[in-house]
């Protein structure tokens, strides 16, 4: 089976949350919008799912994940499907459901950094908004980052099954979903991680060991990982920074 | 079984979403918030659980659901967990897998209506960020809106099991979802939803029959029902409003 993921090329964005459950999982997948046209690629082909030429069921955006006549958005919703179906996902139903709860949450937490840059909505650009982005920028540096840091902390630090993961008792597509959460926040926010980071000593530790497993660390080490850049969610501008 | 429901009395918000699928499903609930302290319920208790002091698995906010040992938050999460279990919910696969995206995008517009009073964060009044408002209502109302209900609007008259739902070939959790959304912008956006409404006859039309279901009609003319109002993410602010 090899699944067929769409997502814009160029950028990590929500679409390497999808990736790092795929080459967690050792999941034989096509990188759809960075493949040739000839290939069946592209981003026109991209499009032509969320225009409804490829079929009924469309996607309002990207990514979104193809597995035969299963399409799929959403990145909370595609990292759990994948994580349930692959290993990834805790065994235990009520791990398995709250699982779901964190991926989303994290969802959230990416949407908030995204909208730093542009509080006024995608329509214009970051330099149309730089004013009104320092102000949200401020709040979530000073709030909203800490809020859910400690949220994250407090359920490794509390997990029922003792493990140092976020839940059950091995590595989730929730803990991946942290991993690159964590490391999109040190590319953008820099001096502030700098400042919280040793609050968060279980959340760092978790990511270092995300990081530093087989099939992960090979990952990052390959052309495929895509750089974080300023076309993505997560971006350095430092005005937007602060300690 | 009873439900324990959890979320800030006194206004719709998400809350609603989960309440209108164990409204649908006929599921015992109670509305913990709502119920007195005598009863283990108010908002203290609701607290109790996002500290951590009623077990491991606590959310980031509210809604949260409670049903034994599970605990699930993120509305999306909670209504797809809720219309599988309750047969609110397609049988097919793919049109299963397709729901649980429609929800989470549907989560996402409701996070957008909500951004329209507050771009710059939760920790401003609406009053503190009032111009800021103006501006990315403006871009909701001229281009959001269009951009969901035509997505909406494709899905069910692209349907391929033929109804005239969104997924599948009965009521499901994510028309649910649609039908509180419609209702919400119907109230924050009265004038806008007038000039759109005859673009959208399909979703006008499901959330007509959402309305007049036996369980649903019931439950919007009891006094179970909340009220929109302006504590909630759908406010009627005539100078958020335009044709």
């Given at each position: 089976?090899?699944?067929?993921l769409y ?7 929500r679409?390497?949350y999808?990736r ?8 034989e997948?096509r990188?759809?919008?960075?493949l040739?046209?000839s290939?069946g690629?592209g ?8 225009r ?14 193809v ?12 990292v ?12 235990l139903?009520?791990d398995?459901m709250?699982?779901?709860s964190?991926?989303a ?5 990416v ?10 909505g995608v329509?214009?650009?970051?330099e ?5 982005a320092a102000?949200?920028?401020e709040?979530?540096?000073?709030e ?17 099954a ?16 942290l ?8 590319y ?18 978790l ?5 530093a ?7 990052l ?21 602060g300690?």
């Amino acid at each position: 089976m090899t699944y067929d993921l769409y997502y814009w090329p160029g950028l990590p964005g929500r679409g390497e949350y999808v990736r790092l459950v795929l080459e967690a999982a050792g999941a034989e997948y096509r990188d759809m919008a960075r493949l040739d046209r000839s290939q069946g690629g592209g981003v026109e082909a991209m499009f032509a799912f969320i225009r409804g030429a490829k079929g009924p069921r469309r996607p309002l955006a990207p990514p979104f994940l193809v597995d035969g006549d299963i399409i799929l958005s959403q990145t909370a919703v595609i990292v759990a499907f994948l994580g349930e179906r692959h290993g990834l996902a805790p065994d235990l139903e009520a791990d398995r459901m709250f699982a779901r709860s964190i991926a989303a949450t994290t969802a959230d937490f990416v949407g908030e950094a995204h909208d730093t840059h542009h509080p006024l909505g995608v329509a214009l650009y970051y330099e149309d908004q730089k004013a009104e982005a320092a102000r949200r920028a401020e709040a979530f540096r000073n709030e909203r980052m800490a809020k859910f840091l400690g949220w994250y902390e407090a359920l490794i630090g509390d997990n029922p099954a003792g493990s140092s993961y976020l839940a059950g008792d091995a590595l989730s597509y929730a803990d991946l979903g942290l991993f690159q959460t964590v490391e999109g926040l040190r590319y953008a926010f820099p001096r502030r991680m700098k400042t919280l980071s040793p609050d968060y000593p279980l959340v760092m530790a978790l990511c270092d060991r995300v990081a530093a497993g087989p099939r992960i660390s090979a990952y990052l080490g390959s052309d495929r990982r895509t750089p974080f850049n300023e076309d993505g969610i997560f971006r350095h501008y430092p005005e937007l920074d602060g300690d």
